[in-house]
């Protein structure tokens, strides 16, 4: 019954109507192992569906439609990698693109010993694909392709940039070295994407994904439901809209409130477990062995919301686990993984891994009771309240709750703080905003008094933007020493340098000062991360120079020309980022600059000590980053 919910049928071609099980070319949405779909909880919970469907995670994996891609089909020419266009085409209802072949091996494999590779063929193969589904929405689109073997896709080479409303080369999109080889991403939907961009999905496979060339592979891929839909945080809930067809039943349950057994409330779970349901797709794990890498490339991944997370899955933690044989091997097969992942700390430093740094928080690990600790839930609310006043597209956009906007969210749990900020915290509880600044030291209505400012800095990286680290740390000089990680004073505080930082946090919350080297007690900390860091610092400060809260601590005028000098940096990401802040500044005007100022290594007359600027480039770390986005 519920199959046909889900609309059961599409249209293919010329208006041919086809059940969905026997659409070919890519995967297929079918229900089965107890799950429904969204189709079949519309009518009993209108409210929970219409929050879900404006959602980002429902547009997350879609079907190709004019409707559903953001990007113009109609004939447009885009840039896909250097020197060589995407053509795309719309053909009535249909999407087709010509581009490379991302599988091409350039003729190699009919090269004959002795003869020179290179003058083989000068240009991969060009082919012209249908383009049959979509990735994402919120802040990028990827596209995929029928490669014409069984349900396999391919990614066309270019992606459509929301927030540009234009396509640009997919390579430029992620965090990756300038020299790195292009590596093709076919089958990757098939074996990878799916199993945190859809509903119950099994890749089928014939044979384990990456154990042969993909191309001589076959799957008949599936899902209950493209998108994260309802049952990938409540469960598979067959049982549930059965025994609620009873209209008794539901009239009771509803009359008293309790719990209903047959479907998982995320919020009845502990806080360790409702955050598993979101760590499920929010982390970096790995398969608990092989054995469960051959199951999931298979039939799926066992993991059923309320299930134990780590009974199935390795959830990477290298504060914990670095030493694991599971942690051995993997490392083993993917040295880098760590180091571009995770900070050296073990703080994660990637977007989308958010439970990764939620589990490092104290208010997760060190919480006595269960009602005082953090879960995802303690700020996120996966269907807007009634309570919230703003506007559903403006809930869609992190769906924070309207508690989690402010210092509330920290002070939901904090108002009884222990130790040694006890005093100035006990006050910020009595809620009179200019008590906050007894612990701040900042204005109350300063951005320096928010607590995600100095908690949960932007100093994670993903999608071409930086989020807030969700794991809560203090600013502390000695961590970005340690791991070179920005901390939040000098992530707002741009002109100031390292000494600065560490005289005040000593003087305001009786933090021991940590040995400084000249560069770091007389450069602003900002420019030594943007002249001499590592293409992960790069862009996290490039970030930070166009935003609002560093500028007006800062000063804007100075800024301009060190972002000029970083829309040149060898990475597309960290140019990409540079550009954007620059974007946010007044036209350049060199007699705005703060002449005379050593930190930020203006000389009296206004230019700049290149001398210092040149040391520090030459000292760059130019270690290879790449982040698996
Ligand atoms: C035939 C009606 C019906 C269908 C279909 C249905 N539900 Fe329910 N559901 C109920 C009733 C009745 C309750 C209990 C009282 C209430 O919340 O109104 C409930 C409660 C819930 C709860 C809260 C449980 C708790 O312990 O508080 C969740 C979560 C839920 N449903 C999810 C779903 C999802 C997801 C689907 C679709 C896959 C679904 N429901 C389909 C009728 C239905
Ligand atoms: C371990 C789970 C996981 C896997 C596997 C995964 N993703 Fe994601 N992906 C996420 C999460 C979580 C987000 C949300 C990140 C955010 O908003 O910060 C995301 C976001 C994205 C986005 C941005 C979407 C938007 O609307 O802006 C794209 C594009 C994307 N993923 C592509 C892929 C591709 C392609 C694959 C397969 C090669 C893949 N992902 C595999 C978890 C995953
Ligand atoms: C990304 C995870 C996620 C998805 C997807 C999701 N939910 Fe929920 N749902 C939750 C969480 C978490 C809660 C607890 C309250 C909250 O966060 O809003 C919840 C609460 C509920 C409740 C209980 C509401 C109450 O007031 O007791 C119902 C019913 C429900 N969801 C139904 C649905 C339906 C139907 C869908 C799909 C149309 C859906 N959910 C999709 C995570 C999710
Ligand atoms: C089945 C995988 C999956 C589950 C389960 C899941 N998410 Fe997501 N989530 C994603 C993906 C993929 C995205 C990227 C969607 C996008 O932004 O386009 C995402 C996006 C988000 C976003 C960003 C929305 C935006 O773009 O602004 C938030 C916030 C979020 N998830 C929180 C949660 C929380 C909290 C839970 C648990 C209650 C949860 N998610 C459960 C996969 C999942
Ligand atoms: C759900 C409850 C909860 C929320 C929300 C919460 N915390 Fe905590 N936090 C705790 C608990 C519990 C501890 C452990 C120490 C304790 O019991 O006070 C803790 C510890 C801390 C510590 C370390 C104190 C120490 O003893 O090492 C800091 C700093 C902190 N929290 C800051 C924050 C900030 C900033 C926010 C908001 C961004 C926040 N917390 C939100 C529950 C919470
Ligand atoms: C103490 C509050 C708090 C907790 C707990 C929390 N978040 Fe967040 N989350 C935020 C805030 C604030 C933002 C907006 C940050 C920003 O704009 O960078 C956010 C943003 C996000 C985003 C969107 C990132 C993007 O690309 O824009 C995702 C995804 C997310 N959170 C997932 C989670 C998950 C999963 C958990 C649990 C493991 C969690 N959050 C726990 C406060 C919290
Ligand atoms: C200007 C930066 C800044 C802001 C804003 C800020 N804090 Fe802190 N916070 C600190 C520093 C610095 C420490 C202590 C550093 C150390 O001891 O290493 C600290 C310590 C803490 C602790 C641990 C104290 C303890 O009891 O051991 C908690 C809890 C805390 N802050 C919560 C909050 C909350 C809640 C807010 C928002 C109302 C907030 N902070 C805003 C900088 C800040
Ligand atoms: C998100 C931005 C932000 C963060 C984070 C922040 N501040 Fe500030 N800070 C400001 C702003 C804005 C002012 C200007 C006066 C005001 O608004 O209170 C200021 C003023 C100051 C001043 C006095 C004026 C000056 O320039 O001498 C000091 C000292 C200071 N901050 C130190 C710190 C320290 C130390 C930290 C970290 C523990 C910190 N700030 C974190 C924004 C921030």
Not at 3 to 21: I, K, M, S
Request: charged letters at 20%; one cysteine or more.
């Amino acid at each position: 019954m519920s199959a046909a919910g889900l609309g059961g049928l599409a249209l293919v071609g010329r208006g041919r109507a086809v059940a969905e099980p026997q659409v070919g070319g890519r995967p297929v949405q079918v229900p089965e192992a107890g799950y429904v779909s969204s189709q079949t909880c519309r009518a009993c919970h209108p409210s929970q569906y219409a929050s879900w469907h404006r959602s980002y995670h429902r547009t997350m994996t879609q079907v190709a439609t004019p409707d559903t891609v953001a990007a113009s089909f109609d004939g447009v020419t885009v840039d896909a990698v250097s020197g060589s266009a995407m053509v795309l085409e719309q053909r009535g209802r249909e999407l087709w693109a010509d581009f490379d072949d991302p599988d091409d091996d350039w003729g190699l494999s009919r090269v004959r010993p002795g003869s020179d590779p290179g003058q083989t063929r000068v240009r991969p193969r060009r082919i012209k694909r249908q383009v049959v589904m979509t990735t994402g929405s919120h802040n990028q689109q990827i596209y995929w392709y029928a490669t014409g073997n069984s349900r396999i896709l391919g990614q066309l080479p270019a992606i459509w940039l929301t927030a540009d409303r234009r396509c640009i080369p997919r390579r430029a999109a992620v965090m990756r070295p300038p020299s790195a080889s292009h590596v093709s991403e076919t089958g990757a939907w098939n074996g990878i994407c799916l199993a945190c961009h859809t509903t119950n999905g099994q890749p089928q496979l014939d044979t384990p994904f990456g154990s042969q060339p993909i191309l001589t592979q076959t799957a008949d891929t599936r899902a209950t439901e493209f998108g994260v839909a309802c049952e990938s945080c409540h469960g598979p809930a067959d049982q549930h809209a059965r025994a609620n067809r009873n209209p008794l039943r539901r009239y009771a349950a509803h009359l008293t409130g309790q719990p209903d057994p047959t479907i998982v409330q995320p919020l009845r779970l502990t806080p360790q477990r409702s955050s598993q349901v979101c760590g499920q797709c929010h982390a970096f794990w790995e398969f608990a062995d092989a054995q469960s890498e051959r199951h999931a490339n298979s039939r799926g991944l066992p993991y059923r919301p309320g299930d134990d997370l780590a009974a199935t899955r390795f959830i990477v933690q290298p504060t914990k686990n670095l030493d694991s044989p599971a942690m051995k091997a993997f490392l083993e097969s993917d040295a880098g993984f760590i180091r571009d992942i995770f900070w050296s700390d073990g703080m994660v430093r990637a977007t989308g891994r958010e439970y990764n740094g939620m589990i490092e928080s104290p208010c997760f690990k060190k919480a006595a009771s269960q009602d005082r600790t953090m879960s995802c839930v303690s700020c996120h609310t996966m269907h807007k309240t009634d309570d919230d006043a703003r506007q559903i597209g403006e809930w869609a956009d992190d769906q924070l709750a309207p508690r989690a906007l402010g210092n509330d969210a920290c002070l939901q749990c904090h108002r009884d703080a222990r130790g040694p900020q006890r005093t100035a915290l006990q006050q910020i509880a009595g809620h009179a905003p200019q008590d906050v600044s007894a612990h701040t030291r900042h204005r109350a209505d300063s951005s320096g008094s928010s607590c995600y400012n100095c908690h949960m800095p932007f100093t994670t990286y993903g999608l071409l933007k930086t989020i807030r680290s969700h794991q809560i740390s203090n600013p502390s000089v000695q961590a970005t020493l340690a791991t070179g990680r920005p901390n939040a004073c000098n992530l707002c505080h741009l002109d100031k340098t390292l000494g600065w930082t560490a005289q005040y946090l000593e003087e305001w919350y009786g933090v021991t000062r940590p040995a400084l080297d000249s560069d770091e007690s007389s450069v602003a900390a900002s420019v030594l991360w943007l002249l001499k860091g590592d293409a992960g610092q790069r862009a996290i400060v490039a970030e930070s120079m166009g935003w609002t809260a560093a500028q007006q601590a800062s000063g804007r005028e100075w800024l301009t020309p060190y972002l000029a000098l970083t829309a040149k940096d060898s990475y597309d990401a960290v140019r990409y980022i540079a550009a954007r802040s620059q974007r946010t500044l007044p036209p350049f005007r060199r007699d705005q600059l703060p002449r005379g100022n050593p930190q930020l290594l203006i000389n009296a007359d206004g230019t700049f000590n290149a001398e210092v600027v040149n040391r520090l480039v030459r000292a760059r770390d130019n270690r290879r980053v790449f982040y698996r986005e």
